[in-house]
């Protein structure tokens, strides 16, 4: 049964809030200042009817949006938009008592997401291949996709029609689509195990349309072209699944600021260096420790240290950073530390950073929260903040990133 809402804010994750009498209700698609009806169950309602709305409220890019669950905020205007992603970085710095300067969003341009994880499931109607729809299950089939890069665009049909060729299972499995400079690098999860004819139809498939890889369940079913992704001038053959930033101009504008605060750095640490998007760039100007967990990650950047022309030393080690974080006495030997850690932050790495005497390090995060709580480390262990920049790499998402350039004064001899 549907009932009448007035929305007071948005919430964390996109949605709109309504306060009600027995507790807040949170609705999708909807804006501050709304009077909607919706159909509600607990604390959450899918919305029925806009019957009041916001002079914030826009004309949304995609046809499917309302329907998939890809995007939160198509429907918001664009500048309360950013102000909106501004401020949930901006909040978890002062639940964290950091009282800073943070600077305007830097905005994402649509068709710029060069990897999309897309849902594909055999119905009797045919493959079906796109995003789910809201908090559900079910899967809305993409004609069009506002946020990525044309290539992958463009190719949606090619794509449903390999999904459905290597498609073993009746269950919905995954499929990671990443633009590289060699062509498209197709990645299945859980898509069930293919006989040796189907096997062969994928292999020919792949070679028929120019794709650079397939990969199933982490086994390169075939690779006519490495995919190799460029950081500054090293082009590294990028692993199958590998950790990638979103879009292109994201990772270039975190790799600037990074780049710009330890150009003085004659010897820099990478902490979860992945496959190299900021070592090899810093590479340029210091001689370069990348540390990393995962050794397909570490082995492409070696790969792409030695084949680039003009950089200095490239040293690499294999560690887990959660277990046995760098000591401050191992971060001593460097003049500035970068590190970007997974959602869950770095809070052992940074009490350990918080001891040392490194001059200059740059924290990059994708979890407000997590980075508003290392940076206070950071800061409690005599760090001040230079500029805190947060960065949109997530169109219309509730998800953003964040820079923070710290400086340790030197101590009086």
């Known amino acids: 049964m549907s009932a009448r809402f007035t929305i007071d804010r948005l919430g964390a994750q996109g949605d709109g809030v309504a306060n009600t009498e027995s507790g807040q209700v949170f609705i999708p ?25 916001s002079p914030l409220r826009v004309e949304p890019a995609c046809r499917h949006f309302g329907d998939c669950g890809g995007c939160a905020l198509q429907h918001l205007e664009d500048s309360a938009y950013r102000a909106w992603k501004r401020d949930k970085l901006v909040h978890a710095l002062k639940g964290a008592r950091i009282e800073c300067d943070v600077d305007d969003l830097v905005p994402c341009e649509p068709h710029t997401r060069r990897r999309v994880t897309l849902s594909a499931r055999r119905t009797e109607a045919g493959l079906l291949l796109g995003f789910n729809r809201h908090m559900s299950t079910q899967l809305v089939d993409l004609d069009e996709c506002p946020i990525a890069l044309p290539q992958i665009v463009g190719a949606l049909d090619l794509l449903r029609e390999l999904a459905s060729l290597i498609c073993a299972t009746p269950k919905p499995f995954h499929m990671t689509v ?13 898509s069930g195990c293919m006989g040796e004819r189907q096997r062969q139809m994928a292999v020919n498939f792949v070679i028929r349309d120019g794709l650079a890889r397939l990969s199933v369940d982490g086994e390169i079913v075939i690779e006519p072209k490495k995919p190799v992704v460029m950081f500054g001038a090293a082009a590294v053959p990028v692993p199958p699944g590998s950790f990638l ?3 292109e101009p994201a990772e270039q504008t975190m790799a600037d600021l990074v780049g710009q605060h330890l150009a003085r750095a004659k010897k820099v640490a990478d902490l979860f260096a992945g496959c190299g998007s900021f070592a090899l760039r810093l590479a340029a100007k210091s001689e370069v420790h990348a540390v990393e967990g ?11 240290f030695r084949y680039a022309p003009g950089l200095k030393r490239v040293t690499s080690e294999k560690r887990d950073l959660f277990r046995r974080p760098l000591t401050f006495k191992e971060l001593n030997a460097f003049d500035g530390v970068v590190f970007d850690p997974p959602r869950a ?14 001059p200059l390090v740059a924290a990059v995060s994708c979890n407000p929260v997590t980075f508003a709580r290392d940076l206070a480390i950071l800061l409690a262990g005599g760090y001040r903040l230079r500029r805190v920049t947060p960065i949109d790499q997530f169109l219309w998402s509730a998800h953003v990133e964040a820079v923070a350039l710290l400086e340790k004064p030197k101590k009086r001899r």
């Open 29 to 53: 698609f909807t804006l501050a200042g709304e009077v909607v009806t919706a159909a509600r169950e607990r604390d959450r309602a899918t919305l029925m009817a806009v019957l009041e709305k």
């Open 245 to 247: 930033q979103a879009t």
């Open 178 to 190: 990443t633009v590289t400079a060699s062509g498209l690098d197709v990645v299945a999860f859980d």
């Open 294 to 304: 995962e050794a397909a990650a570490l082995a492409a950047l070696d790969r792409g």
């Open 345 to 358: 932050g770095a809070e052992d790495q940074c009490r350990q950073i918080a001891r040392s005497d490194v």
